[in-house]
Nanobody
Framework: QVRLVESGGGLVQAGGSLRLSCAAS????????MGWYRQAPGKQRELVAA???????VYADSVKGRFTISRDNANNAMYLQMNSLKLEDTAVYYC??????????WGQGTQVTVSS
């Protein structure tokens, strides 16, 4: 059974940094992409950053230059380094893995709260 577990969320002041981690257990075949999404209260879940199995990364315009996504294929892990955090980055952050064979997997989410 596949399970994704996020960690690293918390409360941080504006301008600060956090590093989110996503650990995947179980076997996921034919991974096409891994990514981070977020959902703020009253808003739809949105893509924050994604990275393909070739290492190509895409970012939401709102986080470009501040966030960096990375992956560790050997350990089935993924990370999101978040710098210069803003109040509007407050949300629940979810990791996601897409498989061409078995579909989409989600973690349970980790809360990130940015205070002024």
């Amino acid at each position: 059974q596949v399970r994704l577990v996020e960690s690293g969320g918390g409360l941080v002041q504006a301008g600060g940094s956090l590093r989110l981690s996503c650990a995947a257990s179980g076997s996921i075949r034919l991974i096409t992409a891994m990514g981070w999404y977020r959902q703020a209260p009253g808003k739809q879940r949105e893509l924050v950053a994604a990275i393909t199995n070739r290492g190509s990364a895409v970012y939401a315009d709102s986080v470009k230059g501040r966030f960096t996504i990375s992956r560790d294929n050997a350990n089935n892990a993924m990370y999101l380094q978040m710098n210069s955090l803003k109040l509007e980055d407050t949300a629940v952050y979810y990791c996601n893995i897409d498989s061409a064979l078995t579909g989409r997997y989600w973690g349970q989410g980790t809360q990130v709260t940015v205070s002024s």
